[in-house]
């Protein structure tokens, strides 16, 4: 079995935000999103405290919670007040609304000034890994201008129920429902994350359980309409089924409250099957290295078997979570060999700390948190089982107790990681219970 080698990837994710490779100049107008993907895995390893710079003496790590909060509300975009030409009424009752609020990625070109640049402007994902990474950084989202990006959400869906993922703070009209830009389901999702995070705490919630920014009927028919032949969703209707737009629809529909009533409709009769079957088959064993104990091409002693992202594709350890993850919503995660998947992701750990993309790659940011990500959720405990001392595992009480305080302080340590990944206040109650009922059978 391989060992987790927490240390080492504490040290990987601290040091990738001081300083990064000048291989990740091209991602720069992304650089929140790498931001994101170090805190939240530094969240998944237990080293974010409450105070606000945070040491771990026993892994020398040391962070500056505010400089990073600074840094990101610095990338807060001003957003424009338009008139609408419409008679149509906002929640407020105004008949004004906000254009281009949100986040942009860095600040690549400098500090957001209202009309100053026509590419200076807030992006849906980017908004997304903001607000996730304040919520993980433990700031009250104070700061956060809610009415501005949830006006800008509302004028971003188009009439088929996706979103457009840019908002120009210069544009020269509010309609975006003739727009070519990209609309798919990753638009999708950061936009019912948006709006789920903010809405859920807004002084305007009881008013948008009425009348929501996003039109959910609208929103989940599009998502429908991505569903292949085999049961996977596209990125658009009609395109091949994938491990990524796969989660990222179930996620949403999991986020709007319909995945339970959309799985049992009559119209849908069947999908959920075809859609377990397809995320199931996408794990396989890896080859064995040694011929002399293959059988039929494939080790079964060494029991490690990733997942890829869509059929005739080699394995991927981000899709551990997309495909996982999928299956973990859909309450299907145990049709996965748990300790085969572990194994496989373990095996593209780096000496250096951080995961790779395959066995034997560099370890990068995305592979990384993906990774990350999927251990913390799996539930298998294999990522806490590497830190028991051997001495401990003899001891079958001593070991379950053990355990079950490291998945108690896991949940809490991993709140708001929950939130980060879209599905915060369910996955966060699953847990709890999970909990609770380890500690009624101790």
């Not at 291989?23 to 895995?41: E, G, I, K």
């Not at 959920?272 to 104990?293: F, G, H, T």
Request: proline share 2%.
């Amino acid at each position: 079995m391989k060992k987790f080698e927490r240390l080492r990837h504490i040290r990987y994710f601290t040091t990738s935000l001081a300083n990064l490779p000048k291989q990740y100049s091209s991602a720069d107008t992304n650089r929140l999103t790498l931001v994101h993907f170090a805190v939240q895995s530094l969240d998944i390893l237990g080293v974010l405290p409450d105070q606000n710079v945070c040491g771990d003496a026993e892994s020398e790590v040391y962070l500056n919670r505010d400089e990073i909060i600074e840094w990101i509300y610095g990338l807060q975009t001003v957003p424009t007040l338009k008139i609408q030409a419409t008679a149509e009424m906002n929640i407020d009752g105004s008949s004004s609304r906000y254009v281009g609020g949100g986040f942009k990625g860095s600040n690549y070109l400098g500090h957001c000034n209202e009309g100053s640049n026509s590419y200076d402007h807030s992006h849906l994902a980017m908004t997304y890994v903001a607000l996730c990474t304040l919520i993980s950084l433990g700031d009250d989202l104070s700061r956060i201008n809610r009415t501005a990006i949830l006006d800008t959400l509302k004028g971003l869906q188009k009439e088929d129920g996706s979103f457009v993922a840019v908002s120009p703070n210069n544009t020269n009209g509010l309609d975006v429902k003739e727009s070519d830009d990209d609309c798919d389901l990753r638009f999708i999702y950061t936009a019912i994350c948006i709006w789920y995070i903010l809405a859920e705490d807004s002084p305007m919630n009881s008013a948008s359980a009425s009348m929501p920014c996003i039109d959910i009927e609208a929103a989940t028919n599009y998502i429908l309409s991505c569903i292949t032949f085999e049961g996977s969703l596209g990125l658009t209707p009609g395109r091949e089924g994938h491990g990524g737009s796969t989660f990222c629809g179930i996620a949403s529909l999991h986020i709007m409250g319909v995945l339970d009533a959309v799985m049992e409709s009559s119209e849908r009769r069947g999908w959920k099957d075809d859609l377990i079957r397809w995320c199931v088959m996408r794990q396989y064993s890896l080859p064995n290295e040694n011929e002399n104990v293959m059988n039929n091409g494939f080790n079964e002693s060494d029991n490690a078997a990733g997942i890829q992202g869509r059929p005739n594709k080699l394995e991927d350890t981000c899709y551990s979570y997309w495909i996982g993850g999928t299956l973990h919503l859909l309450g299907a995660s145990h049709l996965l060999d748990g300790w085969a998947l572990r194994e496989y992701v373990l095996k593209c750990q780096s000496p250096y700390g951080g995961f790779g993309k395959v066995v034997g790659a560099m370890p990068d940011l995305l592979h990384s948190f993906y990774s990350m990500a999927w251990l913390a959720i799996s539930e298998e405990g294999g990522c806490c089982k590497s830190e028991i001392d051997d001495a401990v595992e003899e001891n079958t009480a001593k070991y379950e107790c053990d355990v079950l305080a490291q998945v108690s302080d896991s949940v809490r340590q991993l709140s708001r990681l929950d939130c980060a990944l879209g599905v915060c206040a369910k996955r966060k109650v699953s847990l709890k219970n999970a909990v609770d009922s380890l500690r009624t059978d101790q």
